[in-house]
């Protein structure tokens, strides 16, 4: 993976690799590419607080150096409160104002009533350091339930990944298809395990449920070829549809216990289940029990003995000091690249 891509921790590659890591709070860290909007002259929190002074750069692309990209200036465009770690705009900023945004401040909005919902012309990123940093994810062990991939991926030779979900799975609105989530994990892989070929092929189905999953089996997943690893992700799409008649967490379950199934009896394949994020808070069309589909997932990996990864709980965590808009490239249910870099230290802190 290319550093640049990512937030950089000192104590990353320790708490992703090593063994008997804990979670630490209080230490130096490094973040890069993190996203904001900024409404007005109103703060916009950073993740962390007690932000070492003098350390923070703001610019309007998420890699550093990119052709176009505007570096924004301290007190010209925006002030900064280094110990509470948040932002604002001047009166005379450059920084795109979010209060323009068409769906600012609305409660229960409708996106299907406005031309387009999207935060990407709207967002911010932000480069710093702290000295209050800590992990994004919760370590967990699922070791027993990924000997076939940790033997492959040690063996090395070709190692393929699947994945296969919703749109977010599919990569929806990150940047481009390097800054994916599942591109991300792969060449952390690579990282991991040089000798390994790694190779990543997306057969998600946007816009569906679980439900499309199970019957559409044949159609996109019986295709691919030869995976070593599929990675299923779905979820959001089944909590969002709940106040139209979509699904209930355990009939989500119980798709995705099918699914791990077909997954095994046809590809042969290891599995990871993951969770999905919520939804923004003021969406008309979402349940808003995005933790009861998240329980339902683990369920689900529970019962059939396969790996879970909890995106829900990492999301949650950087949800604590941001706010939801400042994370979803299309302001409702998709992440921005920061959000895809999000899902990926759910995975990197899973053990194997």
Wanted: glycine share 8%.
């Amino acid at each position: 993976m290319h550093t640049r891509m990512l937030l950089a921790f000192p104590f990353l590659c320790a708490l992703a690799c090593g063994p008997d890591i804990r979670a630490v709070s209080g230490r130096p860290t490094e973040v890069q590419g993190e996203s904001l909007v900024l409404a007005k002259t109103e703060p916009g929190r950073l993740c962390f607080d007690r932000v070492v002074p003098g350390s923070l750069a703001l610019r309007s692309t998420y890699e550093a150096g990119k052709p176009g990209s505007v570096v924004y200036r301290k007190g010209q465009d925006y002030t900064v409160d280094y110990e509470k770690g948040t932002v604002a705009r001047t009166p005379e900023s450059r920084i795109p104002d979010y209060a323009t945004h068409c769906l600012y401040g609305q409660k229960d909005f409708d996106h299907t009533k406005v031309p387009s919902p999207s935060n990407h012309p709207w967002f911010v990123w932000a480069d710093y350091r702290t000295a209050n940093g800590r992990p994004w994810a919760v370590q967990n062990d699922q070791r027993r339930y990924l000997k076939a991939m940790r033997r492959k991926l040690e063996t090395g030779g070709r190692f393929k990944i699947v994945s296969y979900g919703d749109s977010i799975t599919a990569g929806g609105e990150a940047s481009e298809e390097a800054l994916r989530f599942p591109q991300r994990y792969g060449r952390y892989l690579k990282e991991k395990f040089p000798q390994a070929e790694i190779e990543v092929q997306d057969v998600s189905i946007p816009g569906y449920a679980s439900r499309q999953g199970v019957d559409w089996f044949d159609r996109y997943v019986e295709p691919a070829d030869q995976p070593d690893l599929v990675l299923v992700g779905f979820g959001m799409n089944d909590h969002n549809l709940v106040s139209v008649g979509g699904t209930e967490p355990d009939q989500l379950r119980a798709n995705l216990v099918a699914l791990v199934r077909l997954i095994r009896e046809r590809k042969g394949a290891d599995v990871i289940l993951f969770s999905a994020f919520p939804p923004h808070e003021d969406w008309r069309y979402g349940s808003h029990r995005m933790a009861k589909f998240a329980a339902a997932t683990q369920r689900a990996a529970k019962e059939v003995r396969c790996a879970y990864v909890d995106v829900y709980g990492t999301w949650t965590i950087a949800l604590k000091r941001k706010d939801q808009s400042s994370l979803l490239g299309n302001n409702i249910n998709h992440p921005n690249d920061f959000g895809h870099w999000l899902y990926e230290q759910a995975f990197e802190a899973m053990r194997f």
